[in-house]
């Protein structure tokens, strides 16, 4: 008897495959045996050929399998989700070549696979962030996506760490992102300048709690940033100002400073718009634009003499943004209460003329010379007269001590001489700053007085103090001389 017997293969494999929790791209293997039936050198190999019933899993089928031998089929989790499925492996029984026979007949089995299978997270964010011109204070979401890739109940978290290059910009990192939804890494500018710099963006993804999964940390990114932060101006003064005692008339200074917070380049100017809760003791005149790092002076004017106080002055505040191309903005006003007081000079109040008329000699005028009351008799100079000339080298005159504001006071002319009286009198004027005020007197233009008026002299009777008759007869005459003696050499016209 010649000949040989050969036995079919004889496939052995587990009637089960457990994923657990996986990741997307993880595999499992299952071992298939082509168990020996008698002699190993005499049974067919072992074909294996697999299909599943869903698109989320994928295999790699092993190369024939000769008797005795065991080799893996390498199943893959393609797609997140459930992975329960039917694995369905057919056999086949090769016959070896040696034997010349026909392969033999196939056969199934079916393998109940399980698990889950779950996605990575998986970012998607723009590269560029421009945030053009803004405000300190001001800024812009970068959105972060965590795209699905399959489903995103089979998909992790996405965690957002973000840091900047540029440490004018504050960053705020968003919650955790699920799949499908997006957040936002919140971008402020802190401080005024260039915002140009680098966003880097580090990334993990954080596995579902019910998936028992380890995180896994994600390759980060790069966001360039551009654009400029502004500051609003910063408006500086003092909510007082004692200008003291001053001239009505005179000037003072409110200084409003716009203070550079950070670059005076990147700052807006500061717009003053002062007024007076009193014009007509005080107005004010507004300075142009103040520049950062720079002061302007509000300039007040006194108006009219009296005390400034309770006067205040209110001051408008914008921040202006005009190189920016940014909005202006309405800044906090400010008030400034003003003291001090403001002081007229003296008014004279010099009669234009003087009349004597005929009189005698050591008779006297009085001229009243005032001091005018301006607007407030308590903050105006006295008015100190002097007699420069009394206009006559026949008259005299005295003046008397300063006159208050309001009153008058007198100077005294006397005839001293016969004659006409006739001339211009000129007066030295002074305006004496009140005790106290700290001022300073002031001369004022001097005072012209027409003096008119004529003085005469009494007659003055000059005569013998005897008259010798000697020894006469009866109604004999003798002279008595009596003179009118001139009194003044040149002035008989102005003596009686």
Do not use: E, M
Request: proline share 2%; net charge neutral; no cysteine.
């Amino acid at each position: 008897v010649t000949g040989a017997a050969y036995d079919l293969a004889n496939a052995s494999a587990a009637s089960t495959l457990a994923f657990g929790s996986v990741r997307t791209s993880s595999t499992a293997s299952l071992a298939v045996t082509n168990a020996v039936r008698t002699a190993a050198a005499y049974q067919d190999d072992l074909s294996v050929a697999s299909a599943f019933g869903t698109n989320k899993l994928t295999a790699v089928n092993p190369a024939n399998i000769a008797a005795g031998v065991t080799r893996d089929l390498v199943v893959t989790a393609a797609k997140a989700g459930l992975l329960t499925d039917t694995l369905t492996l057919t056999y086949g029984s090769k016959a070896l070549a040696i034997s010349g026979l026909a392969d033999g007949a196939n056969t199934t089995q079916a393998v109940a696979v399980t698990g889950t299978a779950y996605d990575v997270a998986q970012p998607a964010f723009n590269a560029t962030l421009a945030l053009n011109n803004i405000r300190t204070g001001a800024g812009a979401n970068l959105a972060v996506g965590n795209t699905t890739v399959t489903a995103a109940a089979y998909q992790d978290d996405l965690a957002i760490a973000a840091s900047a290059a540029n440490g004018k910009l504050t960053l705020t990192n968003p919650a955790l992102v699920a799949a499908g939804a997006s957040g936002n890494v919140a971008v402020v500018a802190n401080a005024a300048g260039s915002l140009a710099g680098d966003l880097t963006l580090g990334f993990t993804s954080k596995a579902l709690a019910a998936s028992g999964l380890a995180d896994v940390g994600l390759t980060g990114g790069t966001v360039t940033v551009s654009g400029f932060a502004y500051d609003l101006a910063s408006a500086s003064v003092l909510n007082t100002l004692n200008v003291g005692n001053v001239r009505k008339g005179d000037t003072a200074n409110i200084v409003v400073g716009n203070s550079t917070i950070t670059n005076a380049s990147y700052q807006d100017a500061l717009q003053v718009a002062a007024t007076s809760s009193n014009t007509g003791v005080l107005t004010v005149a507004n300075p142009a634009n103040i520049t950062a790092g720079q002061t302007g002076n509000v300039v007040l004017t006194t108006g009219v003499a009296g005390s400034l106080a309770g006067t205040n002055v209110s001051l408008v505040l914008t921040s202006k943004a005009a190189a920016s191309g940014l909005s202006d903005a309405t800044l906090t006003p400010q008030t400034v209460a003003i003291a001090g007081a403001a002081y007229d000079y003296a008014s004279p109040d010099v009669p234009a003329g003087l009349t004597f008329g005929n009189v005698r000699l050591g008779a006297t005028a009085t001229l009243a010379v005032g001091n005018t009351t301006i607007a407030n008799a308590s903050y105006q100079d006295a008015l100190a007269v002097t007699v420069t000339s009394a206009g006559n080298a026949a008259l005299s005159a005295v003046a008397g001590s300063a006159i208050s504001a309001g009153s008058s006071g007198n100077v005294v002319f006397t005839a001293n001489a016969p004659g006409s009286l006739a001339g211009t009198a000129s007066l030295g004027l002074q305006s004496k700053a009140l005790a106290g005020t700290g001022l300073d007197d002031k001369t004022l233009t001097p005072g012209s007085v027409a003096v008119t008026g004529t003085a005469y002299d009494l007659a003055s009777a000059t005569y013998g103090a005897t008259v010798s008759f000697g020894n006469v007869r009866l109604n004999t005459p003798r002279t008595l001389t009596v003179t009118n003696a001139l009194r003044t050499v040149g002035a008989a016209a102005y003596q009686d």
